[in-house]
């Protein structure tokens, strides 16, 4: 009794791949409602994706149909078919960037945007909901494209493409990580202090050390050409507690307790985790509210000489209630996606200038008083 062939699909292949024209003909009409579904989503439809087509068939051609050798009928054909169409195209998405990168743009983010926010949300896990993996997103684009595409097209053709732009993307996605992550920063008052000022803040607040002037010339000695004595430490402690709380900080995740009691007279009460912000971080979220309203101040006084597309787009975010991703705010100003990032990039520079002039001024307030 004869019987079916379980792996058609991987006979037809080596048929092809020997050289066998109708073997051929056939694995084409068969292969191309999958390679199609595939250039749409990458490339669009339309002469574009006409073109994009006919270049995944020439591709497959190449050397005989060597694309296929791999082929070994252990996945579907189609799965395998979508995977060599995803290079070839991505082999001319890079061919793209040397030859006209601009134009380029616009396919780049409809091959790898979703590949780049499944690893924005991989690396900002709990940001669901708070605007920062569409604002993650958009960093990796503005890294993508400033300096004409210099990422991308560093690619040198050995490799794959998309392996090479993924893996420069999530270096790109390590560095935001990093760069958001919690650091310990002093009050503005207490960093205008001195060296050993800022040491007894920190050792008290963020290493929880015990307010004991005696305690603390021992864990200062060896830290100074000179060691403290204890009446100094006093002076120190006096001056600091004069800018500052000398309070703990709560380390992340754990909340002091506070005792709610039934009845004033009654010793037994409910325990209950007290979430409200420590004195210090009160004190820093307050310089910060001072810091960004003086920002905004800053912004509207200069804004009028900035060019008019930087500052509709200045108004644009300013104006938001919550992040607004690059392709709206592109419809908005009716401009291609690509010129917003670059917006966005200019603005991002203008800010931090304007920013670190309004650090210089009060710095010179702060020596005069």
Request: aromatic fraction near 6%.
């Amino acid at each position: 009794m004869l019987q079916a062939n379980p792996r058609p699909e991987l006979e037809l292949v080596r048929a092809v791949v020997s050289g066998d024209a109708a073997a051929a003909q056939r694995f084409l009409e068969m292969a191309s409602a999958t390679l199609w579904s595939v250039v749409v989503k990458l490339e669009g439809d339309g002469a574009e994706g006409e073109s994009a087509f006919l270049g995944v068939i020439e591709g497959l051609k190449a050397d005989g149909y060597s694309r296929l050798r791999a082929f070994d009928g252990r996945s579907r054909l189609s799965t395998y078919l979508a995977i060599v169409a995803r290079d070839i195209l991505a082999d001319r998405l890079a061919r793209g960037f040397v030859e006209s990168p601009r134009k380029s743009w616009t396919r780049f983010e409809r091959f790898f945007g979703e590949d780049i926010r499944r690893r924005v949300a991989h690396r900002f896990p709990r940001e669901t909901g708070t605007g920062r993996r569409e604002d993650a997103y958009q960093e990796v684009c503005l890294k993508f494209i400033e300096d004409d595409y210099r990422r991308i097209r560093a690619y040198d053709g050995l490799g794959s493409f998309t392996g090479f732009i993924l893996t420069v993307a999530e270096r790109i996605l390590l560095d935001l990580v990093r760069r958001d992550a919690p650091r310990r920063r002093l009050p503005a008052a207490v960093a205008r202090l001195s060296q050993l000022d800022q040491d007894i803040y920190a050792a008290i607040v963020w290493g929880m050390h015990p307010v004991d002037a005696d305690r603390l010339a021992m864990t200062m000695r060896g830290r100074f050409e000179r060691d403290p004595d204890a009446e100094e430490i006093r002076q120190a402690l006096q001056r600091v507690a004069e800018v500052a709380p000398l309070t703990a900080a709560a380390t992340s995740g754990r909340s002091e307790m506070v005792s709610l009691d039934t009845s004033g007279d009654d010793d037994q009460g409910i325990v209950i985790p007290d979430s409200g912000a420590t004195p210090e971080q009160q004190l820093l979220d307050a310089e910060e509210e001072q810091t960004r309203s003086a920002l905004l101040d800053a912004v509207k006084q200069a804004a009028d000489d900035l060019p008019a597309d930087e500052r509709l787009y200045l108004q644009i975010v300013f104006s938001a209630t919550d992040p607004m991703p690059a392709r709206e705010i592109a419809r908005t100003m009716q401009l291609p996606v690509e010129d917003v990032y670059r917006l966005k990039q200019r603005a991002q520079r203008w800010l931090t200038e304007l920013a670190a002039r309004l650090g210089k001024k009060d710095e010179l307030k702060a020596q005069k008083n």
